[in-house]
């Protein structure tokens, strides 16, 4: 039986505005925390060590900005779900995307 925890990794551009800051941050490490793999990050634009993906200072820290690109290695029983579940918060601009639709669609309705 093989010990060692699979390990899996990969490369995310952080698109939106305000990078990894406070809401995204906190959404981030929400997520990894819903998974039993040890989950690390880091700043590949700002060379930054690896941090714990489940610490919101650790993620603030690294000073994620718009357009910087992360790494987030994951290892554990869950490690795949976990990378799979963080890629796809990444890539759905942590939620605001639909949030900016919502406000486009209220500011469109005809005012009473």
């Given at each position: 039986m093989d010990t060692n925890?699979?390990?899996v990794s990969i490369v995310l551009k952080i698109t939106n505005p305000v990078g990894l800051h406070a809401r995204p941050a906190a959404l981030f490490v929400q997520k990894a925390g819903e998974f039993q793999a040890d989950v690390k990050v880091r700043n590949i634009t700002r060379d930054t060590p690896f941090v714990d993906a489940k610490s919101i200072l650790g993620v603030m820290g690294i000073?994620?900005?718009?357009d910087?690109?992360?790494e987030?290695?994951?290892s554990g029983e869950d490690a795949a779900e976990a990378i799979a579940a963080l890629q796809a918060l990444v890539e759905s601009n942590f939620g605001e995307?639909?949030?900016d639709k919502a406000e486009d669609e209220?500011?469109?309705?005809?005012?009473?």
């Open positions: 925890p699979s390990e000073g994620v900005a718009q910087h690109e992360i987030v290695v994951a995307d639909e949030e209220e500011s469109e309705a005809p005012k009473a």
